[in-house]
């Protein structure tokens, strides 16, 4: 299952294949920016081999996303997540930073709570998002979320607070 093409943009499961493409975006420190640190080419693989597991388990996971003609974009899709202590499915997305800017994340994020609502009949998606970072803001508030919560989790025991914006789909 995947979500609809959109009018620039397609979705398909990530791959081994994608280990270069996938390396490039993840290590860039300004894509990875709220992140603790960008991520080597070992957590890139491990990034992979999750969202294939998502896909065995689940149906779903971050995608690859990509131009009609096959052009490398990022990824975005659906994660579980922990917020306050509770399972909350996400939607997450990362652009190459030279097409950052462009709508990419929106159009990919918005087919991607459609298919949240209309396929798995979710009633609450949510976005976590690093305090700092405006332009994730802006792709969660353009899918309709507004700010629920704050929490202090993260993983790898970082202590940041993160921003929990969600819309309910039902």
């Excluded at 290590?27 to 999750?50: F, L, N, Q």
């Excluded at 800017?101 to 998002?129: N, Q, T």
């Excluded at 202090?152 to 025991?157: E, F, K």
Aim: one cysteine or more; hydrophobic letters at 40%.
């Amino acid at each position: 299952m995947l979500p609809h093409p959109t009018p620039r943009l397609r979705f398909r499961q990530m791959t081994l294949a994608d280990l270069d493409v996938m390396n490039s975006m993840l290590s860039d420190p300004e894509v990875m920016t709220y992140y603790p640190a960008p991520k080597t080419r070992d957590e890139a693989a491990a990034w992979i081999e999750w969202n294939q597991t998502n896909y065995a388990r689940y149906g779903y996971g971050l995608w690859i996303v990509e131009t009609h003609d096959g052009g490398f974009v990022g990824d975005c899709g659906l994660t579980w997540q922990q917020v306050n202590g509770r399972s909350e499915l996400e939607v997450g997305y990362h652009v190459r930073r030279e097409l950052q800017g462009r709508g990419y994340a929106s159009e990919a994020a918005l087919a991607c709570r459609d298919f949240a609502r209309d396929v798995l009949g979710v009633e609450l998606l949510v976005a976590i998002i690093h305090p700092e970072n405006v332009a994730s803001r802006r792709v969660a508030e353009r899918l309709g979320m507004r700010h629920l919560e704050d929490d202090g989790g993260g993983s790898g025991g970082e202590h940041i607070v993160r921003t929990v914006m969600g819309v309910e789909l039902g």
